[in-house]
């Protein structure tokens, strides 16, 4: 399976770990990620004050991946829901596709409509499988309790994404999480919003909301939070501190990439799934992992 490789803006920035991580799994599943220097923002930061602007953004992204005949898999909810959308649109309104296409005539791009458009972890429970993920795990985390948390654009609009998951009581991620061995459990908040949509607006409620959450998981004493998005981690993660001193109390409740739950699975060490960058470090959780199984080495990734 091979893939253009869309990074977006926040992960090269702010989530490395995630995109590190996702480069050490894909190979063990058989997906092969091609870089493509050319592309450039997706269009999501000013979807709401011009939309034609976005769709011709996202359309422009799309048109270079045509060119090199690959599908897009990108690790972020806010590239994929833009991107997606885009895709969606483009190829049902004639009428705009060749509006947005007079656009990047300008540039010697073209948008066909030959592509499909998905987020990693969706590939991972559709086309790579809960099974083959289950035959790499070298180590099963049975002793951790995470929380899958998805993001409001992970399957919304369901109509853009086919409804491949339910957006009110979803499972994909729950799925993908069981099959490092870790049991899934349903929690209140489970499909609450982060709050990042709202950050740069009205910081004190984007902080509330994320607080919710926080606060929920504490009561049901999760060891970590497992997240596919890296603007939900932001909030979640970079922004846990912030909650904490606004609101006077305390979580360290780690925010863990799905990319580095499945690496530490498949018993690739620690340093190479940049835990380091995660700014609630796993302390308690890798020690207990290394209690278990001992300090995983080249020869367990094999």
């Not at 894909?26 to 769709?55: H, N, Q, R, Y």
């Amino acid at each position: 399976m091979k893939y253009a490789f869309f990074l977006g803006c926040t992960i090269p920035a702010r989530a490395v770990n995630y995109e590190v991580s996702t480069r050490k799994i894909a190979p063990k599943l058989g997906i092969e990620l091609i870089d493509i220097p050319e592309f450039g923002c997706c269009g999501f930061p000013v979807k709401s004050v011009d939309w034609f602007t976005m769709i011709v953004m996202a359309a422009r992204n799309i048109a270079i991946a045509e060119e090199k005949g690959l599908d897009i898999l990108t690790l972020c909810n806010g590239c994929v829901v833009t991107l997606a959308e885009a895709n969606h649109e483009l190829k049902n309104d004639k009428k705009l596709k060749d509006k947005v296409n007079k656009e990047l005539a300008k540039i010697g791009k073209e948008f066909k409509g030959t592509i499909k458009i998905k987020h990693l972890a969706r590939i991972l429970y559709e086309d790579v499988g809960i099974e083959k993920i289950e035959k790499e795990v070298k180590f099963k985390l049975d002793d951790f309790k995470l929380a899958a948390h998805y993001g409001c654009h992970y399957f919304k609009p369901s109509l853009v994404y086919g409804k491949f998951d339910d957006p009110e009581f979803p499972t994909s991620l729950d799925k993908l999480i069981e099959a490092t061995g870790a049991p899934s459990f349903d929690y209140k908040t489970k499909t609450d919003c982060c709050g990042g949509g709202i950050l740069g607006v009205t910081e004190d409620v984007a902080l509330k909301m994320a607080r919710k959450k926080l606060d929920n998981l504490k009561e049901e004493n999760a060891d970590a939070m497992v997240s596919i998005c890296p603007f939900c981690s932001v909030m979640y993660d970079a922004n846990q501190k912030s909650v904490e001193k606004k609101f006077e109390t305390e979580y360290n409740l780690p925010v863990l990439y799905y990319t580095q739950v499945l690496g530490l699975a498949f018993g690739i060490p620690p340093e190479e799934l940049e835990f380091k960058r995660n700014r609630i470090k796993p302390k308690e959780m890798l020690k207990r992992f290394k209690e278990k199984y001992g300090e995983p080495t080249e020869d367990s990734e094999s």
